[in-house]
């Protein structure tokens, strides 16, 4: 269908709104950018809401597409081009005039903003840059902004893009090459993991010009992936950023100089012809260049300082829960990716490569991915210490971390006054800072079970897998079966209610009905 070019900004707003609820973007975080005299907004982390809708997507970001017109036709997606749905696209200033008064009226603390293919990715991307450019500059907007990067656009356009928001991503959707040949007939991996990974090495070499350390510098959970608290080992990181020295190749590439230096431009007539970035560096490494628009001024603008992160859609493709945390993994190990985020597939078109359309939505699956993912972060955990190929999906009743337990039982039970801080973390029910907490406080006495409660360990799941001075909390028999039962009818209500959530069916806040605006 073609776009409506008659509809009312309201009209697009409730179409385009609703065609985002399928993007994951609970990601208001990452950057604390305070206020400044004569913009408006900041993104200090206090200043980003942090609400969550009830299926768990963050509800503070106005989010929405530039357009939901598609030239892909990718066959999950309602946007895509076979699919016969009201077509409407913003104009820039419609986007910045809508995050504006939005955020004036206290709805939104920042802006996400996605698009399908329009015409071609350097055209849709030219109009997402242009907004962005219009936003910081024209009407000063210091607020956060997340924004979708487009496969397959120009890299003058995305590295433009970087300098002006704060997270960019760009959506993996499926973990092989294989499920990408099946329902996504217009892309493939390599023009999804090149900006990417252009990306990361930008980021890395930001830093760097800036006199920060790359990898002091790098999110929490490439961190512990690089550095297992476990094992106690460095893993590999294939194309992880190299430390360079000041003045090296990596450094030349943005130029010391003026590498942190950035500045905002209202660019007129559309971008048409992109002057402002003519100008652009493309060093051989593929480093992303500072635009030369950019350059001129003195306000000091980092790339893509909330790191970039991506979505895989779980269910729409046979991959078990190994492979796609082995692919969680190997993002964040390579790509330096801030998040990956997991969205369960909704069943929205009929097509034979498609599962059928009363398959349930594998929110639960979803869930458990999440945990999984959260394990890898902050737990020093690996993927194939999770699962295997004998044994790769987890058991969806049960939370990722007594899965491991469960099927480790001859590591437990653990003695809290005596094991180290690695082991004790690996506990179902204790967490980093409880963890934490344990090793402080055993040096000045013994700990018993009523000294952990007040710690925070939730003992209703680790009194089967540990021992205060020799003694479990109960008589309970460390056997798989047993436990097995009794922890999952402790979470059988929440896992029913997680798997049951709106329904089996998505929703996001309305922007209309929930502050009472009726049309």
């Not at 419609?94 to 350097?122: M, Q």
């Not at 991996?189 to 350390?213: F, N, S, V």
């Not at 051989?284 to 300082?305: E, K, N, S």
């Not at 078109?349 to 890898?376: C, F, G, I, K, M």
Request: glycine share 8%; proline share 5%.
């Amino acid at each position: 269908m073609e776009i409506v070019s008659e509809l009312s900004l309201q009209e697009k707003l409730h179409i385009l709104a609703d065609a985002a609820k399928y993007d994951v973007a609970c990601t208001s975080s990452g950057v604390d950018r305070k206020g400044k005299q004569g913009y408006l907004g900041n993104s200090a982390a206090a200043g980003i809401c942090h609400s969550f809708s009830s299926d768990g997507r963050c509800i503070s970001l106005l989010k929405i597409l530039f357009t939901n017109h598609c030239e892909y036709d990718c066959k999950y997606c309602q946007n895509r081009a076979s699919n016969d749905v009201a077509r409407a696209a913003f104009t820039p200033r419609e986007v910045c005039e809508l995050t504006i008064e939005f955020y004036k009226r206290n709805y939104i603390e920042g802006l996400f903003l996605s698009s399908g293919v329009w015409k071609n990715p350097a055209y849709t991307m030219e109009r997402i840059c242009e907004t962005l450019f219009l936003l910081r500059g024209e009407y000063r907007f210091n607020g956060y902004i997340h924004v979708k990067a487009i496969p397959g656009a120009p890299d003058d356009l995305l590295a433009a893009a970087g300098y002006l928001a704060d997270r960019m991503s760009v959506n993996l959707e499926l973990p092989t090459e294989e499920g990408m040949r099946r329902l996504t007939p217009n892309k493939n991996h390599r023009m999804i993991l090149q900006p990417m990974r252009k990306t990361a090495q930008t980021i890395a070499e930001h830093r760097l010009a800036i006199g920060k350390d790359a990898l002091l510098e790098r999110s929490a959970g490439s961190r512990y992936l690089a550095d297992s608290i476990f094992s106690g080992r460095q893993i590999e990181t294939r194309g992880s950023a190299q430390r360079t020295e000041p003045g090296g190749p990596g450094t030349a590439a943005l130029g010391m100089s003026d590498a942190g230096t950035a500045g905002l431009a209202t660019i007129s007539s559309g971008m048409k012809k992109r002057a402002a970035f003519h100008e652009m560096d493309m060093p051989a490494d593929g480093v992303y260049g500072l635009p030369a628009a950019l350059r001129r001024r003195d306000l000091h603008r980092p790339f893509v300082p909330a790191g970039q992160s991506t979505q895989m859609i779980i269910g729409a493709t046979p991959e078990t829960d190994y492979h796609l945390l082995k692919t969680t993994q190997h993002l964040y190990q390579d790509y330096d990716l801030k998040r990956v985020f997991f969205s369960a597939y909704v069943p929205l078109n009929e097509d034979a490569a498609l599962p059928s359309p009363d398959t349930p939505v594998p929110l639960l699956r979803e869930h458990r991915l999440y945990q999984a993912d959260w394990l890898l972060r902050f737990y020093g955990f690996r993927a194939d210490e999770l699962l295997s190929e004998e044994r790769p999906n987890f058991h969806e009743q049960l939370d990722p971390k007594c899965d491991w337990a469960l099927r480790h039982l001859e590591l437990f039970p653990v003695e809290v006054n005596r094991a180290d801080y690695a082991m004790i973390l690996r506990v179902p029910g204790v967490g980093p800072k409880s963890a934490m907490r344990i090793v402080q406080a055993r040096r000045h006495g013994t700990l018993d079970f009523e000294h952990l409660k007040k710690m925070g360990v939730v003992l209703k799941r680790a009194h089967y897998f540990i021992t205060c001075s020799g003694k479990m909390m109960y008589r309970t028999p460390v056997e798989e079966g047993y436990i097995t039962r009794q922890l999952i009818g402790m979470d059988e209500r929440q896992n029913w209610q997680i798997a049951h959530r709106d329904g089996g069916k998505y929703r996001q806040m309305s922007l209309f009905a929930d502050f009472g605006i009726h049309t």
